[in-house]
C-alpha cells in the first residue's frame, strides 16, 4: 500500500510566516489561546467561532501539535509583550478614580 504525504489543508502561512486558518483572519495560536485558556474542545471551539468549520480547527489542532514548542514560545512571547505594554501604560485613569474611591484594591 503506497501512502501519499499530506499537507495541512486549511492552515496558511502569511508572509511574516505566522500560520492562518485559510479563509479566516484567525491565527492558529489564537485558536490555541482558547484552549488554553478555557479548556475549550474542538466542539466548544466551534460554538464560539461558528465561523471556523470543525475540519478547520482539527487542522489547526493538528498544526499545533505538530508545531508545539515553535507555537507555543510565540504565545509566550506574545504575553510577555503585552504584559511589557500594559505595565508601560499604567494604571487608567478611572481605575486610579474607583481606587482613591475605595471601590478598587
Known amino acids: 500500500m503506497a501512502l501519499t504525504i499530506t499537507e495541512?489543508?486549511?492552515i496558511q502561512i502569511d508572509e511574516r510566516n505566522v500560520p492562518l486558518?485559510?479563509?479566516t483572519t484567525m491565527k492558529v495560536?489564537?485558536?490555541i489561546t482558547s484552549v488554553k485558556a478555557y479548556g475549550w474542545t474542538p466542539e466548544e471551539?466551534?460554538?464560539n467561532y461558528p465561523h471556523v468549520s470543525m475540519s478547520k480547527i482539527y487542522s489547526a489542532l493538528?498544526?499545533?501539535?505538530d508545531h508545539k514548542q515553535e507555537l507555543d514560545a510565540d504565545i509566550k512571547?506574545?504575553?510577555q509583550e503585552a504584559e511589557k505594554?500594559?505595565?508601560?501604560?499604567?494604571?487608567?485613569p478611572?481605575?486610579?478614580?474607583?481606587?482613591?474611591?475605595g471601590y478598587l484594591r
Open 8 to 10: 495541512y489543508k486549511y
Open 21 to 23: 486558518i485559510a479563509g
Open 29 to 31: 495560536v489564537e485558536l
Open 45 to 47: 471551539l466551534h460554538a
Open 62 to 65: 493538528a498544526y499545533y501539535w
Open 77 to 79: 512571547r506574545r504575553y
Open 85 to 92: 505594554l500594559r505595565i508601560e501604560a499604567g494604571e487608567s
Open 94 to 101: 478611572i481605575a486610579t478614580k474607583l481606587r482613591t474611591m
